[in-house]
């Protein structure tokens, strides 16, 4: 069967136009599909795709009777103004991804999902598997949609899936399917961390027995049982990865926050029967992710760290347990239900100074946990911080880190902003500094 052909039959909604609904539009253009209508919510977005109120209400007339509706990630139906529509037609809803997977059914795919480190896993598989000469490519909630890559040269394509695009997803069969970890996160958008859950496991659903399930933590390994997924199903340990950690030398992956990614990463390249030597010869040359526990910049004993994608406490956690000394920056809009459970995280924790518009949340977070300043701006925290480190001896080693546990949509358009800004600044007092 021609699946393209058969697909070019059907109508679609696509609903939200933003980098997602543009790759969508753009392979419809390229396939000669004629048959969709669109819109957004957005005015900004309305205005750049010309759209008025009459697209509108054709958009409203004609989604009864499409086929598919193509909703963007980012769209949540309990909170749009077309949520009874869409509740309706729930059925028919699909993502991105699954055009992907209807439209390329003999692509082989790796899927890559999990609370934290979903992109530097991916970036770090492509890397390995770069290296020893399999051809691959790599999309999804990285930064580049799965319908805008090349597949001329039929590559194993790897794909980062939010819990966002995962939850409307009806097609995605992923050969190889990675749930990295599960923490709360999102729970305001998922409604409960039960769907949350749900939407992370839907990357095994339609797995036959010859692929393969990787999961680390015993309670998707007992509803992976319960739900009798039929992949192959590779229960990761860490101690098998930790057998070659020190033949790596790559100081950004060997830190406390990489050692969970990298463990998934080694079990993956078995199966791809790469060898030991391999392995390690490869990751010589990684380089790690723009505000991903990146160190750029190191001045006689101190080390300064962007960690803006942290956006819970639990992804803030790998960066305080990895360093020692810590001048911690935290602060943003938090996440519903999280918790900062410090433990022995406070021993790293020199100070820490808390910005953004929701302090008093932070300041009851920390209170009698750890010292703290408000501080209220990135530009405060760090003037106050290189006042405060000229009475650390300079025989110790200081981490000046940012790592806010919170989004950044109170201050900011996105965490790549907020870490843009705080590398900016932090050079910039450095030089007047040393």
Known sequence: MNTTLNLSKKSFAIYGLGTTGKSVIDYFKKLGFKNYTMWDDNKILQNSWRLNKKKEKDFLELIDFVDYIVISPGINIRKTKLKKILAKHKHKMITDLDLFY???PRIKSVVVTGTNGKSTTCKIIEHVLKKNKINTALGGNIGRPVLSLSLKKNPLTIIEASSFQLAYSKFVKPDYALILNITKDHLDWHGSMNNYIQSKLKIFSLQKKNNFAFVNNKNLLKK?????????LKFIKSKDYKKIKKRIKNNYLNSEANQENMSFVYVLSKIFKISDNDFVKALKSFKGLEHRHEI??????????????????????FALKSNENIFWIVGGLPKLGDCF?????KKNIIKSYVVGKNMKYFKNQLKGKIDFKLSSTLNNAIV??????????????????????????????????RGKLFKRLTKSYARKFF
């Open 296 to 317: 750029f910049y190191r001045k006689q004993n101190i080390i300064f760290i962007n960690d803006s994608k942290a956006t819970t406490f639990q992804a803030s956690k």
């Open 102 to 104: 209807m439209l390329n």
């Open 224 to 232: 992976f049982k319960e739900k009798r997924y039929q992949g192959n």
């Open 384 to 417: 106050s911080i290189f006042k405060d480190i000229k009475n650390i001896k300079k025989n110790k080693t200081i981490t000046i880190l940012l790592s806010p546990a919170s989004a950044s949509y109170d201050q900011y358009n996105n965490f790549e902003e």
């Open 341 to 345: 459970k410090l433990g022995k995280l």
